[in-house]
């Protein structure tokens, strides 16, 4: 059970827009920390993807956005493409646990 | 470009301890966090702790009895150890920077390749 909760899996064709939720608590996203995005291509390290709610690291296309509110945050990708197929993790701080926290992983799947 | 590169064995038996290492390249330790994060097979991301350059550490509460995490900043090199593992600590662990000192900022920038650590006898 992740302290942040993302769904399992998300879908869409090549060109559309999806939407990837994180949803958090008091503790964390609703404490007004940052929420960060990676990106894990298969049997890979996972990427900085967003960082500071909004922000996107040098390399990063601007077809990934970031936007946070209350206690969620959410990643936007539009103009899908086969290789953005993987996993997506946000990462927040806890104040609860006084460290880092993530999400349990959302699987993007091109169709 | 930072890079970081994980070290140590692939397999460990159960109630013996884990260590690995990071060696830091293209870049100083001081001034920044290190971490420790894993990845059990098919699962998501545990962050384990880190430690400052100087020394100073913040570990996950719920691994907190059984890890050390140690610097070596002649070697540009820090360390995991986690103790009395079982098959429930077989993971990829990934070591990482931490990007800002300030916690509700953190974020991980460069990141090792990972290294898979199989408990079994």
């Known amino acids: 059970q992740s302290v942040l909760t993302q769904p399992p899996s998300v879908s869409g064709a090549p060109g559309q827009r999806v939407i990837i939720s994180c949803t958090g608590s008091?503790?964390?996203?609703?404490?007004?920390?940052?929420v960060h995005w990676y990106q894990q291509l298969p049997g890979t390290a996972p990427k900085l993807l967003i960082y500071?709610?909004?922000n996107r690291p040098s390399g990063v296309p601007d077809r990934f956005s970031g936007s946070k509110s209350a206690t969620s945050a959410s990643l936007a990708i539009t103009g899908l493409q086969a290789e953005d197929e993987a996993d997506y993790y946000c990462?927040?701080?806890?104040?609860?646990?006084?460290?880092?926290?993530f999400g349990g992983g959302t699987r993007l799947t091109v169709l | 470009q930072v890079q970081l590169h994980e070290s140590g064995p692939g397999l460990v038996k159960p109630s013996e301890t884990l260590s690995l290492t990071c060696t830091v390249s293209?870049?100083?330790?001081?001034?920044?966090?290190w971490s420790w994060i894993r990845q059990p097979p098919g699962k998501g991301l545990e962050w384990i702790g880190y430690?400052?350059?100087?020394?100073?550490?913040n570990y996950n509460p719920s691994l907190t009895s059984r890890v050390t995490i140690s610097v070596d900043t002649s070697k540009t090199q820090f360390s995991l150890s986690l103790s009395s593992v079982t098959a429930a600590d077989t993971a990829v662990y990934f070591c990482?920077?931490?990007?800002?000192?300030?916690?509700?900022?953190?974020?991980?920038?460069?990141w090792g390749q990972g290294i898979l650590v199989t408990v079994s006898s």
């Open positions: 430690i400052y350059y100087s020394g100073s550490t």
């Open positions: 500071g709610n909004f």
């Open positions: 008091s503790s964390n996203i609703g404490a007004g920390y940052d």
């Open positions: 990462q927040s701080y806890d104040s609860s646990l006084s460290g880092s926290v």
């Open positions: 990482a920077r931490v990007n800002n000192w300030n916690p509700s900022l953190q974020h991980f920038d460069y």
């Open positions: 293209g870049g100083s330790m001081n001034y920044n966090y």
